[in-house]
């Protein structure tokens, strides 16, 4: 609804029309021809991608020539916003149900691995072996080339991520407190890194000018009625980036846009959240 939206559509579409935009990008996944040329090629291409993405790619000439983008001046200001990724997301990690048959079981199976500092990092990043060795003080550190670059200790997985998702039977339950970098484990090679592009990005100036939105809880009813309305709201937001980004907008486009968002509940829909935020703030004084 902004009008800032329609100026970045026009922005997408100049770089379509100059060819610096692949035409693969409006699918709903990315396919597997595409990623495995990303991981493969021998020059880097123009373009972006966020978080792990650039670990995958094992030729580490083509992989150190992709850098992390400064925080670029607009016309209205500077550019980036702030995701609340970096505390504590959610409580309900792990539920036992009602029907449950053997709860005794799950909750002895949680304890186990939260219980154990080790067991709680190897499982959600990678086993001994695969993503960790023991240095001389027995603390779990990523293996690192001379040059500080990943290093496979296992032939069959070339990266961080393939490696981890291959020796991990789960991602959760686990906890990694703080108190356990430099006493179990040193901080992951994955995290380090993208802190360093993140810092690149303007990370430190962003942090001090927004204020990120809660985690909040939502009753069941606004739970039940986001299900209704979201999904659509969502496919029209898709079907006018893909048609703008393609052919252009103009005003005619950009009115119906907003049209077709209001008659889909997108009101109601910044209400509920609205709602959700108020009532943690009012919680959290």
Same mark, same amino acid.
């Given at each position: ?5 329609? *100026? ?7 770089? @379509?029309e100059?060819?610096?935009?692949w035409?693969?990008?409006?699918e709903?996944?990315s396919?597997m ?11 880097a $291409? ?9 670990q ?16 670029l ?19 309900s990690?792990?539920?036992?149900t009602?029907t ?7 909750? +002895? =199976? ?6 154990? #500092? ?17 240095d001389?003080d %027995?603390i ?7 040059? %500080?670059?990943?290093? #496979?200790?296992?032939? /069959?997985? *070339?990266? =961080? %991520?393939?490696?981890?998702?291959n020796?991990?039977t789960?991602? %959760?339950?686990m ?5 356990y @970098?430099?006493t179990?484990?040193g ?5 380090? $890194? ?5 810092k690149?990005?303007?990370?430190? /100036?962003?942090?001090?000018e927004?204020?990120?939105? #809660? +985690? ?7 739970i039940? +009625?986001l299900?209704?309305?979201q #999904? ?6 898709d +079907?006018y980036?893909t ?7 103009? /005003?005619?486009s950009w009115?119906? @846009? ?8 997108l ?5 509920? @959240? ?12």
């Amino acid at each position: 609804m902004d009008e800032a939206f329609k *100026k970045t559509a026009e922005f997408f579409n100049m770089l @379509y029309e100059e060819g610096l935009i692949w035409n693969g990008s409006f699918e709903a996944d990315s396919s597997m021809a595409f990623n495995a040329s990303l991981i493969k090629e021998n020059v880097a $291409k123009i373009g972006s991608f966020g978080v792990w993405g650039d670990q995958e790619i094992t030729n580490q000439e083509v992989h150190d020539q992709y850098v992390a983008v400064p925080r670029l001046q607009g016309e209205d200001g500077m550019t980036g916003f702030e995701c609340n990724y970096s505390e504590l997301q959610d409580s309900s990690d792990t539920a036992i149900t009602t029907t449950c048959k053997f709860p005794h079981v799950v909750a +002895r =199976f949680v304890d186990y691995m939260v219980g154990d #500092p080790e067991i709680s990092v190897t499982s959600n990043w990678g086993a001994i072996g695969y993503n960790y060795e023991k240095d001389e003080d %027995g603390i779990l550190r990523t293996p690192l080339d001379e040059n %500080g670059n990943y290093k #496979p200790l296992n032939p /069959d997985y *070339k990266n =961080f %991520g393939e490696a981890r998702i291959n020796s991990t039977t789960c991602r %959760g339950s686990m906890i990694v407190q703080n108190e356990y @970098y430099d006493t179990v484990c040193g901080y992951t090679f994955d995290a380090v $890194k993208l802190l360093e592009m993140q810092k690149e990005n303007g990370k430190d /100036d962003i942090m001090e000018e927004y204020d990120t939105i #809660p +985690r909040v809880l939502m009753t069941q009813e606004e739970i039940q +009625r986001l299900a209704q309305i979201q #999904p659509t709201i969502s496919d029209i937001v898709d +079907r006018y980036i893909t048609t703008w980004v393609t052919g252009g907008v103009d /005003d005619a486009s950009w009115d119906s @846009y907003k049209t077709e968002l209001e008659g889909a509940g997108l009101n109601e829909l910044v209400e509920i @959240y609205q709602g959700a935020v108020d009532r943690a703030a009012s919680a959290a004084n």
